[in-house]
């Protein structure tokens, strides 16, 4: 296959995005080589646009964590995947191009029942929930979470998985609005800023608690979510924004036998990224070709409208993910 020499990409430039051109990547031993059809906004990325979530030493320094495309070129090691191969793949940066390199472990096919474009929403998050709620908070059928931002990428992921393995799902959103998409989803939302989130779920639970919580917020946040856990729960935190520290009672903990753990996925090793692919692949894919998994889409912009993207996840305004088409137009012959 003939490859262009260049491709066009967004990169980060004073805290902006701005769309450039870059030399076409070029895979390592076992790397494929992707021609991106769509890449998925994630909040990570626009935290690395503002300069707080640096990528890894050896990533990308474009942005971008999950793409979908065909594999266009494969490294010498790499025997699962073919050129002409479709596929949606987690990246630990680079999506935002049209042509973007991943260990060949970190690839999925693109489910039976999703569009090529729309699997694009799809790596970030579910390794993302299938690993914390799933692997490291080992929640089981029958059991009840709390998961904050239930209308985020992560929070309807959440929600679907849940779903779908027969947990009861519990979130909290900013607006009726929210609360809404999330409920027409399958959660039972609450609106945290016209409700006190602790006695609510108290309520909804009656009085019992939740086994596990996926916390996006921290600081005042994790106090309150642990006088929610019931005896035996779990509590994983994945992200900070309400800030990094928190004050808690060690009794509460001794008395309930909590667990209290987290995870960042971006800086994890590729053989870890490529073993939770495996189970997704076995648990979790075939389950878009029955219907009981489907992408939860805000919107599908054009990659050079990836500042507009950001703009919208920024202000909060989208359910969903956020996608960026790389429309055929806009890759090179
Ligand atoms: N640790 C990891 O491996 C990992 C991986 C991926 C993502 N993340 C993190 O997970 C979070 C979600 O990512 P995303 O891409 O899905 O982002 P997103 O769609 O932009 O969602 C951010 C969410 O945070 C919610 N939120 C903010 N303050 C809140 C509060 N005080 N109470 C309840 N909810 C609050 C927002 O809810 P409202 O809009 O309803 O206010 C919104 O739904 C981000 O913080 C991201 O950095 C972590």
Redesign the pocket.
Known sequence: MTLPGDMRAVEITDGQLRLTTRPLPEPKADEVLIRVAAAGV???DV?QRLGRYPPPPGASDLPGLEVSGTIVATGADVTRWRIGDTVCALLAGGGYAEYATTPDGQCLPVPAGVSMVDAASLP??YF?VWSNLFERAYVCEGETVLV????????VTAIQLCRAFGIRILV????DA?CRAATALGAEAIN?NSEDFVERVKALTEGKGVDVVLD??GGS?VARNLSLLAESGRHVS??I??GNKAEINIFDIMRKRLLITG????ARSTAFKSALALSLEREVWPLFATGELTPVIDSRLPLAAAGQAHAR?EA?A?VGKILLEIAPREILP
């Open positions: 994630n909040r990570p935290m970030e998050t993302t904050h931002g239930g209308t985020s990428g992560i929070g909290t959103c900013g607006s929210k945290y996006m917020v946040y994945i992200a924004q309400g995870s960042t996925l971006r996840m909060g989208h």
